[in-house]
């Protein structure tokens, strides 16, 4: 977006910003044995599916080194099985 609109240094900074906020939360996750965990759970018409890569918020969890609780269900069965 700098290169588009001609601001590439002030683009820059806030990228620089952005990911020393980033770090900072991130560096105030609890250890591995400490983990949160957590389910995202979509809910789509009249179907229910669980989030397990590949998605904005799966990537935000990982980053806060959460653990997915879902990560071993077929998220097409868990559909099935819980229809809305």
């Not at 590949?54 to 653990?67: F, G, M, N, P, Y």
Request: glycine share 4%; net charge negative; no cysteine.
């Amino acid at each position: 977006m700098g290169k588009i609109t001609g601001n590439e240094p002030k683009a820059e900074e806030l990228v620089n910003k952005m990911n020393s906020e980033i770090n900072q939360v991130i560096e105030q996750t609890p250890d591995e044995q400490e983990m949160p965990t957590y389910a995202i759970l979509t809910v789509m018409g009249d179907t229910a599916y669980v989030e397990q890569s590949s998605t904005i918020a799966i990537d935000i969890a990982d980053q806060l080194k959460l653990r997915n609780a879902t990560v071993s269900i077929d998220s097409e069965a868990f559909a099935r099985i819980y229809p809305v």
